[in-house]
């Protein structure tokens, strides 16, 4: 069964600094996302991603994150300057356009120390 | 997007039915009812959807209210590897962007 991969699995790093997240998405999926989960709260919606473009935000994805999708095969997220509450698991989902749910991944944990 | 209520946890012996209820007093006529599950802290993983009728796949079964005011999803032969936070999530059919999660119900499956 086709997969999300994201990459790294767990990533640490210091306060302050650039962090990218790394995600290959199902190959015919056209639209991307990026959903996080601090420890024991509620996984909240981050960025939709369609046409090379962002379509949907939300109040958390501020001027500190972006997304971008490199070449055909990944799409990232950029978080410029982290902070000490940046500290979460983030995931990727895709979805094709045929199909009203989408496949998330497995995951990245971001430990901002 | 309607608002969902869900019981925060249930218990389930191995090898039962679990069934989990939903409550979506509040959805209107386009807005489908989807359930997710997430085992652990890994990612959310879609089970099924429905609109009005009832539903089945190799997961689980959408039964969904007449009224559609309220919705069970039902795992029919519950192991212990079910055992996750199932999320219950109305959502529009034109809304290609966001689901939302709710606090979702902790499903314990017992042996």
């Known amino acids: 069964e086709p997969e999300v991969t994201q990459t790294p699995s767990h990533q640490v790093t210091q306060m302050g600094q650039e962090v990218i997240l790394r995600c290959v998405p199902i190959?015919?999926?056209?639209?991307f996302y990026w959903y996080r989960q601090i420890l024991g709260q509620k996984v909240e919606f981050l960025v939709s991603?369609?046409?090379?473009?962002?379509?949907?935000k939300s109040e958390i994805f501020d001027d500190q994150f972006s997304v971008e999708r490199p070449d055909g095969s990944n799409f990232t997220l950029k978080i410029r300057s982290t902070k000490l509450e940046d500290s979460a698991m983030y995931f990727c989902?895709?979805?094709?356009?045929?199909?009203?749910?989408?496949?998330f991944g497995s995951g990245t944990r971001l430990t901002v120390v | 997007d309607a608002k969902t209520t869900q019981p925060t946890s249930m218990d389930c012996a191995e090898g039962r039915a679990a069934n989990l209820p939903c409550n979506h007093s509040?959805?209107?006529?386009?807005?489908?009812v989807y359930w997710y599950r997430q085992i652990h802290s890994q990612g959310p993983q879609y089970i099924i959807h429905?609109?009005?009728n009832n539903e089945t796949n190799e997961m689980a079964s959408l039964i969904i209210t007449e009224d559609r005011k309220s919705s069970t999803l039902i795992l029919p032969h519950a192991t212990l590897r079910d055992t996750a936070v199932y999320y219950c999530?109305?959502?529009?059919?034109?809304?290609?962007?966001?689901?939302?999660f709710g606090s979702g119900t902790k499903l314990n499956v017992k042996p």
């Open positions: 989902a895709s979805r094709d356009d045929r199909y009203y749910g989408y496949t």
């Open positions: 190959s015919n999926h056209l639209y």
């Open positions: 991603f369609y046409n090379n473009e962002i379509s949907e």
């Open positions: 509040t959805i209107s006529g386009n807005e489908y």
């Open positions: 429905g609109l009005k």
């Open positions: 999530i109305v959502r529009a059919r034109y809304n290609f962007n966001k689901f939302y």
